[in-house]
T-cell receptor, first 116, second 114 residues
Framework: ETGVTQTPRHLVMGMTNKKSLKCEQH?????MYWYKQSAKKPLELMFV???????ENNSVPSRFSPECPNSSHLFLHLHTLQPEDSALYLC???????????????FGQGTRLTVV | AQSVTQLDSHVSVSEGTPVLLRCNYS??????LFWYVQHPNKGLQLLLK??????LVKGINGFEAEFKKSETSFHLTKPSAHMSDAAEYFC????????????FGSGTRLLVRP
């Protein structure tokens, strides 16, 4: 266990549904991330929050909407997704503000999303 | 821009034999380098990291990696493979430009034969 918990572990949704992914960490970290892991592609950074402010939106379509209400929780709100959005969505957190060169990321187990 | 290249998409070894997973990086600055492992249906777990201290870094589960600046490499090794080592391994770079980005390689799937 890394201390980063993601729920749900699996999600199947239709293209007209609205759902949310949740990430929670109680490690005292101030930086949190959403990554997308698709088959046969490197991990793609989607969003970064540092001290509850979004510092990166990596050209992600607006059908993905992140929310960071506090430093322990991160959400990814999903609406009108496409089948190609099916992937493993990983949440991670980093100590401090996440900017230090030596800082690694601690990952959750991911949410396996299938869009039908 | 920084990048990471994992030279093998798949590596297959017999149990008890050495493991070598290759990683080359491209960086304008002195990077920090990491190896992560991902077991099936699990998240990523940090194996080890290099942050400009000793060039030979020891990690968990008997893995180690050596930073070679002249070769821009950070290969991951283990003297003797165990069945439980079967997983996907990611080499990751982070640059000293205050970037918060971790750049991931495409991954190497390690298969361990009994």
């Amino acid at each position: 266990e890394t201390g980063v918990t993601q729920t749900p572990r699996h999600l199947v949704m239709g293209m007209t549904n609205k759902k949310s992914l949740k990430c929670e960490q109680h490690l005292g970290h101030n930086a949190m991330y959403w990554y997308k892991q698709s088959a046969k592609k490197p991990l793609e950074l989607m969003f970064v929050y540092s001290l509850e402010e979004r510092v990166e939106n990596n050209s992600v379509p607006s059908r993905f909407s992140p929310e960071c209400p506090n430093s322990s929780h991160l959400f990814l709100h999903l609406h009108t997704l496409q089948p190609e959005d099916s992937a493993l969505y990983l949440c991670a957190s980093s100590p401090g503000d996440g900017f230090a060169i030596e800082t690694e990321a601690f990952f959750g187990q991911g949410t396996r999303l299938t869009v039908v | 821009a920084q990048s990471v290249t994992q030279l093998d998409s798949h590596v297959s070894v017999s149990e008890g034999t050495p493991v070598l997973l290759r990683c080359n990086y491209s960086s304008s600055y002195s990077p920090s380098l990491f190896w992560y492992v991902q077991h099936p249906n699990k998240g990523l777990q940090l194996l080890l990291k290099y942050t400009s201290a000793a060039t030979l870094v020891k990690g968990i589960n008997g893995f180690e990696a050596e930073f070679k600046k002249s070769e821009t490499s950070f290969h991951l090794t283990k003297p003797s493979a165990h069945m439980s080592d079967a997983a996907e391994y990611f080499c990751v770079v982070r640059e000293m430009d205050s970037s918060y980005k971790l750049i991931f390689g495409s991954g190497t799937r390690l298969l361990v034969r009994p």
